[in-house]
């Protein structure tokens, strides 16, 4: 079946640090790649999605680019601030949009 | 654009009871919405797809008689936890689909239930 696997949290980053949180995924065919943010007590925002191969999503300083040859579709920051605190999950889908399935997801604090 | 609502963000109830959640899709329709239950520093465990007009689709090991879902519009669907127990207590999530060439699933704030 299709799954996601995440780095294991958490990360503990010193504020401009360079982020990388790593995500590689199992799936038949050719899947859609997210990257969702769940600040504490809420919901999940989407941060940033790729459709196809070599696809590079970014959002807020955000990138990550779909790796087909390597099934991999890691989260980078150049230099991560104190706001960017929360839990990351990365996330695929197969059918228009529905079967996501979701990573574990990797929780990141970041310190002043 | 694709924002979508919860209500209530938290609740709290005794044992017994039965609580309503409800999940609006504000700018868009959504023929399809899901619902999602977050156990504390866990992820999202996928528990039905909810269908305007039809019945919901139950993940494996979900009690659809426990956990009612209805999709009366294109704009709204509802989470009943029936005869709510302790064991119920967790934090609630719905998306809806967003559909078009880039299909997206956008979620609500969550909903936060506390069965005591």
């Known amino acids: 079946g299709n799954s996601v696997t995440q780095m294991e949290g958490p990360v503990t980053l010193s504020e401009e640090a360079f982020l990388t949180i790593n995500c590689t995924y199992t799936?038949?065919?050719?899947?859609?790649l997210f990257w969702y943010v769940q600040y504490p007590g809420e919901g999940l925002q989407l941060l940033l999605k790729?459709?196809?191969?070599?696809d590079k999503g970014s959002n807020k300083g955000f990138e990550a680019t779909y790796r087909k040859e390597t099934t991999s579709f890691h989260l980078e920051k150049g230099s991560v601030q104190v706001s960017d605190s929360a839990v990351y999950f990365c996330?695929?889908?197969?059918?228009?949009?529905?079967?996501?399935?979701f990573g574990p997801g990797t929780r990141l604090s970041v310190l002043p | 654009g694709a924002v979508v609502s919860q209500h209530p963000s938290r609740v709290i109830c005794k044992s017994g009871t039965s609580v309503k959640i409800e999940c609006r899709s504000l700018?868009?329709?959504?023929?399809?919405m899901f619902w999602y239950r977050q156990f504390p520093k866990q992820s999202l465990m996928l528990m039905a797809t909810?269908?305007?007009?039809?019945?919901?689709?139950?993940e494996q090991g979900v009690e659809k008689d426990k956990f009612l879902i209805n999709h009366a519009s294109l704009t709204l669907s509802t989470l009943t936890v029936t005869s709510a127990h302790p064991e119920d207590s967790s934090f609630y999530i719905c998306?809806?689909?967003?559909?078009?060439?880039?299909?997206?699933?956008?979620f609500g704030p969550g909903t936060r239930l506390t069965v005591l």
């Open positions: 998306s809806a689909d967003l559909e078009g060439p880039t299909d997206t699933q956008y």
């Open positions: 799936a038949t065919g050719y899947p859609s």
């Open positions: 790729a459709t196809k191969a070599d």
């Open positions: 996330a695929l889908s197969t059918m228009y949009g529905q079967n996501f399935v």
């Open positions: 700018d868009f329709q959504a023929t399809t």
């Open positions: 909810s269908n305007e007009g039809s019945k919901a689709t139950y």
